[in-house]
């Protein structure tokens, strides 16, 4: 079965500090992973996207990696600001569709 | 600019009630795609277009309609709505290829009474 497994749930960190949320997936076969961010009562945006051949992406201060043999990704957030309070979101793309995980709650406080 | 518009915002209903939910693209995308999305369910696709009069089932299909009669429109259509289709809807849109952006509406907040 596609699953997209997000891990942790919940963070809460504090304003400049770094973090990383993991994403682990059993989908095939497969074309390609999103990392999106979704404030709260907002539609998802994009903020990364990796094909089976690329193992690192950066947009900004958000750095995806991806290990297709593993299968496993993750999402750096480096020098974290208020702003980055929000659920990020991993996507894994297959031909057709998008298997979406739940979701990691980001809540950066001051 | 590039944007996905969807009305209404806010909806409250009762169930029976035909409703059709909009949504719109201005980036001449040919992929677009309904969603909704539920607490600790993350998003589920419902139906989605490869392009215009070609639809297809998502994974929770059951009690939606859509049609694709032109490029840039995309409606959601609950043709006798029920309470278990309270929710947070969001339709999307992106190109031809795989990994293009996709982009996301607003949302709708459904609560079917």
């Known amino acids: 079965k596609n699953q997209v497994e997000q891990s942790p749930q919940s963070l809460i960190i504090l304003e400049g500090k770094n973090c990383t949320l993991q994403?682990?997936?059993?989908?095939?076969?497969?074309?390609?992973l999103r990392w999106y961010k979704q404030d709260t009562g907002r539609g998802p945006v994009s903020l990364t996207i990796?094909?089976?051949?690329?193992n690192t992406k950066s947009n900004g201060r958000y750095t995806a990696t991806l290990d297709a043999d593993t299968k496993q990704s993750s999402l750096h957030i480096t020098a974290s600001q208020l702003s980055d309070s929000a659920s990020y979101i991993c996507?894994?793309?297959?031909?057709?569709?998008?298997?979406f995980g739940k979701g990691t709650k980001l809540s950066v406080k001051p | 600019e590039a944007q996905v518009t969807q009305n209404p915002r806010y909806l409250i209903t009762v169930t029976g009630k035909k409703l059709t939910v909009t949504c719109s693209q201005n980036?001449?995308?040919?992929?677009m795609s309904w969603y909704r999305q539920d607490p600790g369910l993350g998003l589920r696709q419902i139906y989605y277009?490869?392009?215009?009069?070609?639809?297809d089932k998502g994974d929770v299909p059951e009690g939606y309609k859509v049609s694709r009669k032109e490029k840039r429109n995309f409606p959601l259509i609950l043709e006798s709505p029920s309470p278990n289709q309270t929710s947070l809807y969001f339709c999307?849109?992106?190109?031809?290829?795989?990994?293009?952006?996709?982009?996301f509406g607003p949302g709708t907040r459904l609560t079917v009474l």
């Open positions: 999307a849109s992106r190109g031809g290829f795989s990994t293009d952006t996709q982009y």
């Open positions: 994403c682990n997936y059993t989908v095939s076969p497969f074309s390609n």
């Open positions: 990796m094909t089976f051949s690329e």
């Open positions: 996507v894994v793309s297959v031909p057709g569709n998008l298997i």
């Open positions: 980036m001449n995308h040919e992929y």
């Open positions: 277009s490869m392009n215009v009069e070609v639809t």
